[in-house]
């Protein structure tokens, strides 16, 4: 097998595990390592397909889902899919790479630099954060 097709599946690998654990971030660490071997294009793509993968694989547990908080993030990632799928396929890569890079390093001030820096009056709930930037 050709070392650019292990690399990226073991990046996912590693990247869902922390997500398993965390809850969160395996697209946060996977998107910007396997850019640097496929591109933004490649990566974004390959971990689209792995997480819908996942959501299926996890569509057997609807009945557990507080669906009066799943409908608004349902709504969210359908919306925020259409817009991202058609700025994939009109941006060019160069510009990706650099958004990709300031977002990161916007992150990474704001939780090394602004820790309680929230958007808004935070909602919780079971006393769990909702919306935590």
Not at 68 to 96: D, R
């Amino acid at each position: 097998m050709d070392a650019s097709l292990i690399l990226p599946a073991l990046v996912i690998a590693v990247a869902f595990l922390g997500e398993s654990v965390f809850g969160f971030g395996g697209g946060l660490i996977a998107v910007p390592l396997i850019g640097l071997i496929l591109g933004v294009h490649g990566a974004v793509t390959f971990v689209l397909i792995f997480q819908l993968c996942m959501g299926l694989l996890l569509f057997k547990t609807y009945k557990q889902i507080d669906w009066k908080v799943a409908q608004p993030m349902t709504a969210g990632i359908l919306v925020g899919a259409i817009i991202g799928t058609l700025v994939l396929s009109v941006v060019s890569a160069k510009f990706l790479l650099i958004f990709l890079s300031i977002s990161i390093f916007i992150f990474l001030a704001k939780s090394v630099f602004f820790d309680g820096f929230t958007l808004g009056t935070e909602k919780t709930v079971y006393g769990e954060p909702l919306l935590a930037f």
